[in-house]
Structures are given as structure tokens and as C-alpha cells.
């Protein structure tokens, strides 16, 4: 049976860890050649280590206009295209209204936001026609948990854009949809509670689930492919909602 992606070039933004990480990884398994960016070189080169030619690293921060010129100078190199991209490059910090300082709202609009339109923008002068594009989401964009109003409110704007995207890319055959993740167990999540704490906020998540655990990345990575292959093909300014039932808990 033909691998979903035989053939193909796709580029993973935040591909180093976590959800970014296991798409790589499903990207790989199913047959393309995938650009990996991330902002650390020793996670940039375990990835590399690990998966060897089927990668191209590039250390990128989204956030950084000279860095996102820089990689798409090595897509542009590579002469191919791109037929799939996964813009995950993005941060959260847990912090209610009373503590955010202004630093805090420039740091989630610049990556979550800014670094998306970069990447997406950037994108549209290599994607082939069929491309499909999938940006990461969260549940958070919803304004109900609590805490994480600054972050929710980055990812629904990146929500409210893809919808608006989608309308300006179908006519070039491009499709774009967001995959809309619940908790997830990765370092960005349990990253969220300093002094090791992290792990008892996971159990705190997964406690309110229904099926008493919090996603794996690699439920997420599997949605992504979804929506990157032709299975998905009817869909364009859609959110695939993929939170292990949390918002019916």
C-alpha cells in the first residue's frame, strides 16, 4: 500500500518536540521529505540524528521576519515546492488577567500570531497546486479555561485568519484548515508549572477527561495527516477538534 505522502515535501514549523515532533514523525512514515524548524540546534540535531536525509533541519524562530526569509530560501533552494505545511511553531504561558504584563501580550502575539502569518505568507509562493496547509489551534481559544486568556485568545485569532485564508487560497487549488488540540502530553504542557510541578498538572487535566488521560501527540499527528491528504479533500476554513472528548466533560 503507497504511503499518503510518497513523494512529497511538507515543512513542520516547531517540529522539535511535542505535537510538531510526532507530525514529523507520521510525515516521514508516510513518505515525504519534510522541513524541520525549530529555535534549538541540539533538539534540531537529535531530529536530524534520528530520522537522517528524510529531514532538512533549519533553525528558525517564527517570530524573527529574517529567519522565516532564511527558510524558505533553503525551500526555494530545494526546488520542489512545498505540498504540505503544518505551521505548529508556537508558545503559552499559564497567567491570569491580573499578572500579564505588556511583555507578556507582545511575547504571544509574536510568536502565535505574527510567526503564523510569517509562515503562512511565506508558504504561498512554494505550495504546488492540491497543497494543504494545517495550523495548530487549541481548545484554549474558546475563553473558558481559565488562566489562559491571553494564550486563547492568540490561537483564535490564528482561527479567525485560516478561515479568511481559506477563501483567498482556493483559488489557487490551496486548502488550509486548523487542527484544534485538548490537552496534550508535551513539554510545552507540562512545561506551564515550573518547579516540577508539571506532572501533577497533567494528572489534574487528565482527571477531568473522559477517558482519564490527556492526548498523546500522536493522536494529534494523525489528525494533521488527515487533513493534509486527500481524504480530507471537501475540507478548506475548517477546525477539526481533536481533544479527547474534553469539552463534553
Known sequence: MTAVLTGKTALVTGGTSG???AVVRRFVAEGAHVVVTGRRQAQLDAVAAELGDAVTVVRADASVPADVRALFEVVARRGTGLDVVHVNAGNGELKPLAEVTPEDVDTALATNVRGTVLTVQ?????????????????TAASGTERSFGLYGGSKAAIAAMTRTWAAELAPRGVRINTVVPGPTETPGLTGLVPDGGGDAFVRQFA????FGRVLRPEEV???VLFLVSDQSSGMTGSELLVDGGASIA
Open 221 to 223: 499527528a494523525a489528525a
Open 19 to 21: 505535537i510538531g515532533l
Open 122 to 138: 511565506g508558504a504561498v509562493p512554494h505550495l504546488v497546486a492540491g497543497a494543504a496547509v494545517v495550523v495548530t489551534g487549541s
Open 207 to 210: 482527571a477531568g477527561m473522559p
